[in-house]
């Protein structure tokens, strides 16, 4: 943890997904001072007729941070407007089409390799 699922359009080339993941994870580490060692970025990739908003279909694209508690607002704040401008600046899609929604959980409920994580870095 942090996991970062990136639910977005079927078709972006591999290439980008990781220069997505490569950038996600700097700003990670830079930003909520995660080890390196514990962030994962998934991409679920889906078609328009999937995915709605406002009951029409959309290719826009969600993106769930999943990290552990103890980061300050401002933080988080900071983390979700990164996501957002890397995702914008690596696939071309205005930040318009793009929402990150983040989730904070408390250590003692994430388990990482049959061990407790420790509390997450205050910042």
Known sequence: ????????????QP?????????????IREIILSPLD????VFHEAT???T???GESTSETLIFCH?????SDGAVLSLAKKVSS???????????EIE????????????RGGERLPEAPRV
């Not at 943890?1 to 972006?12: A, L, N, S, T």
């Not at 514990?38 to 970025?41: A, D, G």
């Not at 990290?67 to 980061?71: F, H, L, M, S, V």
């Open 15 to 27: 290439g980008v997904k990781a220069r997505i993941a490569s950038e996600l994870t700097s700003a």
């Open 100 to 111: 990150v929604l983040v989730t904070l959980y408390p250590a003692k409920y994430v388990v």
């Open 48 to 50: 328009s007729e999937n």
């Open 1 to 12: 943890m942090p996991v970062i699922v990136c639910e977005c359009k079927v078709g972006i």
């Open 52 to 54: 709605y908003r406002s």
């Open 67 to 71: 990290i552990r508690d103890g980061r």
């Open 38 to 41: 514990l962030i994962s970025v």
């Open 86 to 96: 890397i995702w914008s600046a690596c696939t071309g899609a205005s930040e318009d």
